[in-house]
């Protein structure tokens, strides 16, 4: 389980790192574990400016997840027209939001059971 764990924080660092190499804005964290019945351990969320900074966002995180961890989404939604995309890690699921589409939807509203975490900067 401790080695599950350590891949599964692995995951979230390369996953904010490709985030805010394209200056991914107002990035979130939300543990999701200690929730009953989740369907995953963490998302992210964030957004950007425009559906090409969406879009960006998006294969940032690809490339970083895959050379940091080897890992490849098992599922990727909204590449279409980029106004919201989940890629699905298993553990990890990354909501990437054009900004408007983020207000309107308010994804981390619906956690508030959860532990939110604003996350400010990647070191």
């Known amino acids: 389980m401790k080695k ?15 985030i805010f190499e394209k200056k991914g804005q107002d990035v979130l964290k939300i543990d999701l574990r200690k929730l009953e019945n989740r369907i995953t351990d ?14 960006s966002l998006c294969d940032s995180v690809e490339d970083t997840v895959r050379v940091g961890t080897g890992a490849k989404p098992s599922h990727v939604e909204g590449l279409e027209n980029c106004f919201w995309v989940l890629l699905d890690y298993g553990d990890v699921v990354v909501h990437i ?12 509203s ?14």
Do not use: M
């Not at 963490?42 to 879009?55: A, E, L, N, R």
């Not at 956690?111 to 604003?118: L, R």
């Open 4 to 18: 599950r764990q350590d891949g599964t924080e692995h995951l979230l660092g390369s996953v904010i790192k490709g």
């Open 42 to 55: 963490f998302f992210v969320i964030c957004h950007g400016s425009s559906t090409t900074q969406v879009d």
């Open 97 to 108: 939001f054009l900004e408007e589409y983020r207000h309107f939807y308010s994804l981390e």
């Open 110 to 123: 619906l956690w508030a059971d959860a532990s939110v975490e604003a996350v400010k900067d990647f070191i």
